[in-house]
């Protein structure tokens, strides 16, 4: 496809996603495109990104790549659903990080903060967030 549009598609870099020693293909495309894997002498669609509210993308943090989906769409709101793999069928590990409105009818509320679903304060959600987003790889 036309490279300028917003909805191209696009041949990426190749990187072991799922932390198998092996390089998967990433497909660069709108809202963080496509991740394949190849095993079986078959082509699967390992990861892809699915809307504002699904963007994928992939960080290295502590010591593996990890497959990021974030949704940063709406004011006062947003998450982050990490996959850890060993293998691109075998989940080994999931972070869920968010940032909302205390109440989300009302902007002058005030922040929570989340790590897997347990509140979190401030500090520790910035200190989290620079070590993950520091080495975040877009894929669009």
Do not use: C, Q
């Not at 922040?111 to 679903?117: A, C, Q, R, V």
């Amino acid at each position: 496809m036309d490279s300028k549009e917003w909805d191209a598609y696009s041949i990426g870099e190749k990187v072991d996603l799922d932390n198998d020693g092996k390089n998967e293909l990433i497909i660069n495309g709108p809202y963080g495109g496509i991740y394949l894997d190849a095993r079986d002498n078959k082509i699967y669609e390992f990861a892809t990104g699915e809307g504002n509210a699904l963007i994928l993308s992939y960080v290295y943090y502590n010591g593996a790549i990890w497959i990021m989906y974030s949704n940063n769409i709406n004011e006062g709101y947003e998450a982050y659903h990490m996959e850890r793999f060993e293998g691109a069928d075998n989940l080994v590990g999931e972070i869920n990080l968010t940032e909302e409105l205390v109440d989300a009818g009302n902007l002058e509320s005030g922040m929570k903060y989340t790590l897997n679903g347990e509140e979190i304060s401030y500090d520790e959600y910035t200190m989290l967030g620079s070590k993950i987003f520091a080495t975040e790889v877009y894929t669009n």
